[in-house]
T-cell receptor, first 115, second 114 residues
Framework: AQTVTQSQPEMSVQEAETVTLSCTYD???????LFWYKQPPSRQMILVIR??????QNATENRFSVNFQKAAKSFSLKISDSQLGDAAMYFC????????????FGSGTKLNVKP | DSGVTQTPKHLITATGQRVTLRCSPR?????VYWYQQSLDQGLQFLIH???????AKGNILERFSAQQFPDLHSELNLSSLELGDSALYFC?????????????FGSGTRLTVV
């Protein structure tokens, strides 16, 4: 069964600094998608970034980038130039190409941003 | 506003009662997914509907049921409520069966069972 592990329940970063959130997953599939979602205090779940497993190039979205290590089954999120608005819960999620009905979510990492 | 509308935002009810949570997907989205977010369980997949048909079930209790109507809105029915059912219930939608670009989530319904 697929599992997603976020080993950092909470992290803190100084405003304007860089922080990396970790995520590992377990799967026997070769094709899949990986996602990072942000959940601010408003409770909304916002898609931050996605990565297709067949792509070797790491995805980037403005200040957000990932370090995708397929062999290690690792998918970390780097937030550069952290802003106060980045403070939120961040969830890593996995979905295979074939089991499109559901995502597997990690338990989340709470990110605090200090002014 | 993500385009996915969930009502009500908050719900407080007593044990043993029954409630209905409603979700209107983003315009054009045919798939609706329900998730439960408990404090210690993270996000758990409950059920998926596509264009009115149930497509997959996850960790959904027999006391829970759902349906998707012809206008594509969906309802999640929770009955014989227990204290442990207190959670945030999310609805998410995607255009097709496969959410390659991820889901669009609603803002959730906070259910408190007392």
């Amino acid at each position: 069964a697929q599992t997603v592990t976020q080993s950092q329940p909470e992290m803190s970063v100084q405003e304007a600094e860089t922080v990396t959130l970790s995520c590992t997953y377990d799967t026997s599939e070769s094709d899949y998608y990986l996602f990072w979602y942000k959940q601010p205090p408003s409770r909304q779940m916002i898609l931050v970034i996605r990565q297709e497993a067949y792509k070797q190039q790491n995805a980037t979205e403005n200040r957000f980038s990932v370090n995708f290590q397929k062999a290690a089954k690792s998918f970390s999120l780097k937030i550069s130039d952290s802003q106060l608005g980045d403070a939120a819960m961040y969830f890593c999620a996995y979905r295979t190409v074939y089991n499109f009905n559901k995502f597997y979510f990690g338990s989340g990492t709470k990110l605090n941003v200090k002014p | 506003d993500s385009g996915v509308t969930q009502t009500p935002k908050h719900l407080i009810t007593a044990t043993g009662q029954r409630v209905t949570l409603r979700c209107s997907p983003r315009s054009g989205d045919l798939s609706v997914y329900w998730y439960q977010q408990s404090l210690d369980q993270g996000l758990q997949f409950l059920i998926h509907y596509y264009n009115g048909e149930e497509r997959a079930k996850g960790n959904i209790l027999e006391r829970f049921s759902a349906q998707q109507f012809p206008d594509l809105h969906s309802e999640l029915n929770l009955s014989s409520l227990e204290l442990g059912d207190s959670a945030l219930y999310f609805c998410a939608s995607s255009v097709r069966l496969a959410g390659e670009n991820g889901y669009t989530f609603g803002s959730g319904t906070r259910l408190t069972v007392v």
